[in-house]
């Protein structure tokens, strides 16, 4: 079964910056289409950016521009580049991974974001 890790969290200031990663433990890393969520207190969980298997780039409509998803299949890693941070943006990011084959999707526990004003 397929585990992620997320981590580069932290606490920045307005304006600042951060890169997220996610590590895959296995599979066929290609095989998937990996996504960043995001959910504040109070709030439900919403996608930021996805990657899909086949390269397909989609994100919020509240990062376009400032946020960048890349990832590395043979490391097994998707990236989140965090731009031009906003108090709004603060919560905890959710690495997801849904395999082509049968939609099994799978969650890492997550990585805090703080932003001050």
């Known amino acids: 079964q397929m585990q992620l890790v997320e981590s580069g969290g932290g606490l920045v200031q307005a304006g600042g910056s951060l890169n997220l990663s996610c590590v895959a433990s296995?599979?066929?890393?290609?095989?998937?289409?990996m996504g960043w969520y995001r959910q504040a207190p109070g709030k439900e969980r919403t996608l930021v950016a996805q990657?899909?298997?086949?390269?397909?780039?989609t994100y919020a409509d509240s990062v376009k521009g400032r946020f960048t998803i890349s990832r590395d299949n043979a490391k097994k890693s998707v990236y989140l580049q965090m731009n031009i941070l906003r108090p709004e943006d603060a919560a905890v990011y959710y690495c997801?991974?849904?395999?082509?084959?049968?939609?099994?999707?799978?969650w890492g526990k997550g990585t805090l974001v703080t932003v001050s004003s």
């Open positions: 990657f899909t298997h086949d390269g397909t780039v």
């Open positions: 997801k991974a849904v395999w082509l084959n049968t939609n099994a999707h799978y």
């Open positions: 296995t599979g066929i890393f290609r095989s998937y289409t």
